[in-house]
């Protein structure tokens, strides 16, 4: 049985669909390996990102842990980027920004930033809200 998608997923997808090909094309502009298998996982990254917690829980990995291993195995250019080790679906969407060149942090450099442990802190396990698997 081929796996799926949650049908909120699919929602999501489709009213958010430029913001997801924005992603895709970041992601895809950083990958290694075979170019459809890439693209089959950037589109994946690209929709769990429109999830409501952290993006290893939208995409329902055990742990960020297991995050950044996919992302060094299939992003490698972007795991080097991400030197700071900023939680990934900030850190995607900052990259975003700079590509379009808007700049809308508060600060001018995330050391200084009041919202430092947000973009930067732990993640626990805890979920803000649990969706329903088809």
Same mark, same amino acid.
Do not use: I
């Given at each position: +049985?081929?796996?799926?998608? &949650?049908? !909120?997923?699919?929602? %999501? %997808? ?5 913001? &997801? ?7 895809? @502009?950083? #990958? !290694?390996?075979?170019? !459809? ?6 589109? =994946? ?7 409501? /917690?952290?993006? *290893?829980? @939208?995409?329902?990995?055990?742990? %960020? ?5 996919? +992302? =060094? *195995? *299939? ?6 980027? /991400?030197? #700071?080790? +900023?939680?990934? $679906?900030?850190?995607?969407? $900052? ?8 700049? &809308? ?6 050391? &200084? ?9 732990? !993640?626990?396990?805890? %979920? ?7």
């Amino acid at each position: +049985m081929e796996p799926r998608p &949650v049908p !909120e997923a699919l929602a %999501r %997808r489709a009213a958010r669909a430029d913001e &997801v090909e924005d992603l895709v094309a970041l992601l895809l @502009d950083h #990958a !290694e390996g075979p170019r !459809e298998a890439a693209a089959a996982v950037a589109e =994946t990254l690209a929709v769990a990102c429109l999830g409501d /917690n952290h993006l *290893w829980q @939208d995409l329902q990995l055990g742990s %960020r842990a297991e995050l950044s291993a996919l +992302m =060094t *195995w *299939w992003f490698p250019a972007l795991v080097r980027k /991400n030197s #700071a080790d +900023m939680k990934w $679906k900030k850190f995607l969407y $900052k990259q975003l920004c700079e590509r379009e060149q808007l700049f &809308v942090c508060k600060a001018p450099s995330c050391a &200084v930033c009041c919202d430092h442990a947000l973009c930067f802190g732990p !993640e626990d396990g805890a %979920r803000r809200a649990v969706a329903a698997v088809a």
